[in-house]
């Protein structure tokens, strides 16, 4: 009998006042946290592992994690 370890992989959702989706943040399996919009659209990447946040075209937004600051509500 083998041993079988799940790994679960938690989204963080994030919700406007009226509780409607805007964005879903998932850890990736190489750690690297991604960032997605209602839609499912990519919006950007954090790697913890170089402290940078990239856009979805992959330009540097920032050192550090701030992947909600590439919601936009409108």
Do not use: C, W
């Amino acid at each position: 009998m083998s041993l079988h370890q799940e790994q679960t992989v938690t989204d963080q959702q994030i919700r406007d006042r009226t509780n409607k989706l805007i964005a879903t943040i998932k850890t990736q399996s190489s750690g690297k946290l991604e960032i997605r919009d209602s839609r499912n659209r990519l919006l950007g990447i954090y790697d913890p592992r170089t402290n940078e946040t990239r856009d979805a075209a992959n330009r540097l937004v920032a050192r550090g994690n701030v992947l909600t600051s590439l919601v936009s509500t409108f």
